[in-house]
DNA sequence: GGGAAGACTTGGAAAAATCTTT
DNA sequence: AAAGATTTTTCCAAGTCTTCCC
């Protein structure tokens, strides 16, 4: 793809919340913003803390309703409202806005992509030979069509060379020809190990399929998932399950969780672990080896010829469900994966690979060109499917990587015009697209992500969609505070001054509304990226977190890099830039306990080095060439040529035991010069250890690193300062981001 | 149109490996 | 050389988004 550096949207370039977020002084908690227009935070809650829906959840509204999507219905379709010139839009280069164009009528949204899909009329035809030429969308294709080509795709055919496709297409085209790989691995059976669980005090002895199960149990003691009720009710509902179904002799005894005691068993395992402690570096080498040499077959796979990393290629061991934040499932058991569960991807005329455990077979072994796993199963906990792929370093991953930063690019031709629309269209009389506007402004502007519907099932976070009235507030001077929890249960709390017009359209959204009703009421996610599709092919709510955090990285590290720097003022620099990245994102990191305690070593290393140095500078001349410098030393060890190896082992103990003494020596000038720079250096360093730790206590940049920031912005700017690479990317990193690695010292995202 | 399934990316924490300090 | 700190890698949960299917 070509550069894209000018814009033609000037108008809108100054993308004032990422700069607004940049002017925050030190970060205290979550990602706040400007000091002069943002409120203190009031809520404490630490950042990286992961909160309990209960918490961030403020008023007492039943959840039940909340979690339906509400039907798009009423004022959300107004009759015949626009007749849509959002088709023509979406195919020209430089996107004017589909002016007044919504998605709220259902004809308008289907209709605007048939334009596009000019070649969607063969996709029947080419489905049932396995070719499709690019995916059609929007459900233009009958039933029919889709039943085929699900046939087409999971059948054993002949084989048919003649596929080719549009590498632009998402994920119906064909991947590969031919993949070869050797399966999964699995965990080891359970073997028991005849350890009692405690019942009232009593011993049970427990049949090994229960023994198991507590087993796990006692391995989380000591985490903070024990002292979840949840955790515990969830995991006994399915402990006591077993005892029932394997029809244990403890079934109707054991009832109660509060009477059982896991100490016995955790002790046996406590012992395990303080065994294999004990062992050698050279036994634990070893082991590692051969470790290594029984897993390396699994370790790559052949896909056309190429080899390739795969990534997990680890069944999941059963255990608990360890699920994050108030998780509804949260401790209940996993299940053993047996070969049966699991399906395999290979190529058609490949070799299937052996099954490794004896007397079972793989469950099913499909063809799916279209699909980059090797493996497939089924999660017994949550239903959702779990894959086997290649690792970050492959082809596949590798390109719809750089597809992935490509897009983001592109965004920043359109992103005038879609911020121009957006601004429009609150002003719409329409609610759907006046609610689409304003979730636009939040997910450019905030980084926010899409949010799409939850089920039961799963724990109580939102997105820019799923936003509801609790989650915001409306202060005054058109702040808004954003208080909620997100992906995983992290707490986004991010006070912003907003736009007059999003302030006002935004606070008519949540009034005459309970606090649990949902703020975007008349929109769902796959509408907004219909609507995001008409001012950019495959633009989806995600490419505007790429393409800030990426636009952020790019400015922060060319506006303004500081000529001769050292090296490690380099890093620094860069983090930086890295860090601002990481807070417009949220990213965070829960503190680790021993933080303090390591911040504290640090301001004594420092505070000795002081103190060093200034012994070092009161120095007096003692001739032109030395001085006397006063140092605390260990005493030298007193050899006499005629002793012997013990005697001397003798005397070297005997003197380690003494104080260190205090000495005077003459030393030269230019020796102490360079030892007095040296301690300098080391202050120095330490001082930028300690501000960095500080600086990045609950700042994560490692998601951004490694999912947001084009890549080829960090080579760019690396090979211009003439810093090596490696002093910002791992050795994983470099893997992963070979592709980008030839960049120029000129790019710009 | 809309829910479910499927496939893939994103995310923080834990575990493992490596580096630094004592 | 052990202990402790730091960095890197692995793990797997939890998102996004498209397609399937009624």
New binding site residues.
Partial sequence: MAFVNESDSSDWEDVPLVALKRKAPDVKQPPRKRSAEVAPVSKATAK???VSSARARTSAVPVSSKR??I???GSS?SPASSSSPSSAESKSENSAPPSSGSDC???D??QSDVGSDSESESAAGAAVNGRKKQ?????A?P?R???E??RA?HVHRFGDEDDHYDAD????EI?WQSLVHKGVCFPPPYEPHRKPLLYKGERCMLEPEAEEIATFYATKIG??HVQNEKFNENFFDDFRACLVSIKSQYASRIKKFVLCDFSIIRAHLDSIRAKQKEKT?AE?KAE?EADADRLREYTVAQVDGRMEKVG?F?V??P?L?????D?P??GKV?KRIMPEDITINVGRTDPVPPCPVPGHRWGQIVH?Q????LA?W??S???????V?L?ASST??GQ??QA?YEKARTLEKHVGAIRKAYTKGMRSSELCLKQLSVASYLIDKLAL???????ED??D?V??CSLRVEHLRFLKENRIELDF??????RYLNVVVVDPLVYETLESFCSGKKPGDSVFDAI???????HF?KFMP??????F??YNASRTLDNLLHMSTPEAMTTDAMVEFYNKANKEVAIL??????Q?V?FN??LE??V??KA?LVKQLKQLERRETLDGDHVIVVAHEHVKPLFTPEMNMKEREEEKERVSKLDKQRVEKKVAIKLIESTVERTKQ?IE??DL?IRM?SDLKNV?L???K???NDPRITVAWCKKHSLPIEKVF????LQKFSWAMSTSEDFRF
């Fill in positions: 990286g803390e992961r339906k999507r039907a798009s219905s379709s009528d259902a004809k949204s289907s995916k059609t969308r929007h459900g294709t039933a069509v889709h039943k080509r699900h795709r297409n998402g994920s119906q991947k985490t903070t570096p634990r590692r997990n680890r999941e061991p255990g469900f360890l699920g994050r934040g998780h499932l949260t996993k799916n279209t699909a980059t796993w497939s089924k999660d906990i949550t239903g959702g499917m779990k894959y792929f690792g596949f991953k719809s990587d992935k992500r899409m949010g799409n519907e939850k089920g799963e724990a976070t997105g820019c929890l997100g992906k995983d249960s992290i769902h996610s796959t509408k907004l990226n219909k599709q495959g633009l989806s709510a995600k490419v977190r790429t994102c949220n990213h965070q990191k829960s680790s021993s305690d390591q070593r640090l004594e290393r000795d080391r360093k330490i250890q730790k994560a490692g998601t951004s490694l999912n947001y791992s050795s994983s990193l």
